[in-house]
């Protein structure tokens, strides 16, 4: 199992962290090790001094698929859920201005939340009209909508596919909207999604 990431999927979430916005999906992988495990705090890493939270919608593969077709992706999957992609940013910051790879910053221990998945018939919603929210000790502080994601579900699983194999139990983190923040020792963070909470996590 791959856990596959989007990087801004949302204008103004690009924006508000002073990055353009793409034209073409930015993708890169957290591998199994960073999912935290059911009902553990996260615990914010010694060495970084700035963990953000990124609420995300995140889309179950359901079967095997290489070189998807934009019109055919909508068979590969049929439950969704939330996530947290958690993000040391002053490390990553210091990746970014010298050109390298991220991993340091997404991928450690811990670094993902997967809450529960919802079958999509029992939303009654396209996947493209999905409202979502991340509650940090009861205030809002991320709201997003699926109708506004620059790439789609469908268009996002195309595009990975034709580079990487998609299989029955990957995880697409589909990108997170604005009000991306640090997170303190004694937070709790809730996912809802559609009104439904699908994670709570607290944070030490």
Known sequence: MKIICIGRNYAQHAKELGNPVPSKPVVFLKPQSAILSHKHPFYIPTWTQEVHHE?????????????????????????????????????????????HPWERAKA?????????????AELGKPVND???????????????????????????????????????????FTGTPEGVAAVQPGDRLTGRLEGRELFAVNIK
């Open 55 to 99: 609420i995300e919608l995140v889309v179950k593969i359901n079967r095997i698929g290489k070189t998807i077709s934009e019109h055919h992706a909508h068979r590969y999957y049929d439950e969704v859920g939330l996530g947290i992609d958690f993000t040391a940013r002053d490390i990553q910051a210091e990746l970014k201005s010298k050109g």
């Open 108 to 120: 450690f221990d811990g670094s993902a939340v997967v809450g529960g998945f919802v079958p999509l």
């Open 130 to 172: 999905l409202a979502f929210t991340l509650q940090n000790r009861d205030q809002v502080v991320q709201s997003g909508e699926t109708s506004a994601m620059l790439f789609s579900v469908d268009r996002l699983i195309a595009e990975v596919s034709t580079f990487m194999t998609l299989k029955m139990g990957d995880l697409l």
